[in-house]
């Protein structure tokens, strides 16, 4: 994919997850890394909602800042959050990996909503027999 059909896509992506609710205000990046290793990343203080493709940061493999806004503030801790931060989202297209991030966001949105009428899961035998009885394809 080029650069300037990999920050078409992501604008659209993010600016479809705001408009369904999914982030609000500056909430969260977005990045992805280009064939030749470069990142192309949300700036900072950027809302999903008013991105412009030709305004993302370009960032080399060692995050230096190349091109574009000044990149998230963010861009530092990466490393470390990426590592030690609960989930990261990703897929083999930008496409997937927005499919992808919304699940994420409408599981935890259901836990949350039913967390206090309580609710019992599955215990290891009932995941078992569900496993046995629709195996993965």
């Not at 900072?44 to 230096?64: C, H, M, P, V, Y």
């Not at 989930?87 to 992808?100: E, H, I, S, Y």
């Amino acid at each position: 994919m080029s650069e300037q059909a990999l920050r078409t896509e992501l604008v659209e992506w993010a600016r479809s997850m705001f408009y369904r609710g999914y982030r609000s205000g500056g909430a969260g990046n977005i990045s992805a890394k280009l064939d030749d290793g470069t990142i192309i990343i949300t700036p900072t203080n950027s809302s999903f909602g008013d991105l412009q493709a030709d305004r993302l940061s370009k960032l080399d493999i060692e995050g230096n800042w190349l091109s574009g806004d000044k990149p998230t503030k963010e861009v530092a801790m990466h490393p470390i959050l990426l590592s030690n931060h609960g989930p990261v989202v990703g897929g083999k297209t930008l496409r997937q990996a927005f499919f992808n991030a919304e699940e994420l966001e409408d599981t935890a949105r259901l836990y949350l909503t039913l967390l206090p009428y309580g609710f019992t899961t599955l215990n290891k035998g009932q995941v078992q027999e569900l496993e046995t009885r629709y195996p993965k394809n």
